[in-house]
């Protein structure tokens, strides 16, 4: 059955490094969201594309993270240079127009050292 | 900026009873509310989505209502089961953003 796939699932790092994570939606979602999960703040939206455009990336540290929606089957994630406090567990979610139920991915657990 | 709260204290009932979980928001009144489950280390599922022009909606054994002028959504699982143990997330869309809350925990003890 059609899932959101991600990868790396787990990634360890060291303070400085780049992380590049990655998540290929549902065929034929058009929406794809990035969230990044912590026990204190919960899900926090970090950015969304709509047709491959960036539509909402007002919840991601602009200094040091982006995404991209290369093509309609990968969007990514990258943090440069990632700290200490990027850690948490990062998902993407892709939803279907017209609907708006969200798919998750199983997520990629980040640890920065 | 719009909040969710979700009650942080983990919720344990009794099998076979109804457990009711609550979310509130602050400011706007979105156009929906979504319920999801997450298990331990997955990512969460969708259960259930309420317009605000709805009252109530009902999916088996779940139920969500929908009080803007409470500004609350209740969450309902009739007739629990260990199997529905997860932790259940609120969220929301108001604009160009989606909210979600810290969720709750259940416990269905046997």
């Known amino acids: 059955d059609a899932r959101v796939t991600q990868t790396p699932r787990h990634k360890v790092t060291e303070m400085g490094q780049e992380v590049t994570m990655r998540c290929q939606p549902i065929l034929g979602h058009n929406t794809v969201f990035w969230y990044r999960q912590t026990m204190m703040q919960g899900l926090e939206l970090l950015a969304y594309f709509r047709n491959r455009a960036p539509l909402d990336d007002s919840g991601m540290p602009k200094d040091r993270f982006s995404a991209e929606m290369p093509d309609a089957t990968l969007a990514t994630l990258k943090i440069q240079p990632s700290e200490p406090r990027d850690s948490a567990v990062y998902f993407c979610?892709?939803?279907?127009?017209?609907?708006?139920?969200?798919?998750f991915g199983p997520g990629t657990r980040l640890t920065v050292l | 900026s719009q909040k969710i709260e979700q009650n942080s204290e983990a919720l344990n009932i009794q099998e076979g009873k109804t457990a009711t979980l609550t979310c509130n928001y602050t400011n706007y009144s979105p156009a929906y509310l979504q319920w999801y489950r997450q298990d331990p280390g997955r990512g969460p599922v969708f259960l259930l989505l309420?317009?605000?022009?709805?009252k109530e909606k009902r999916k088996e054994r779940l139920k969500v209502t929908f009080d803007t002028t409470l500004k609350q959504s209740l969450f309902h699982i009739t007739a629990s089961q260990p199997a529905d143990s997860a932790t259940y997330l609120c969220g929301q869309n108001t604009g160009n953003q989606f909210y979600f809350g810290t969720g709750t925990s259940l416990t269905v003890i046997p």
């Open positions: 309420i317009r605000e022009n709805e």
């Open positions: 979610a892709s939803v279907g127009f017209p609907y708006n139920e969200q798919f």
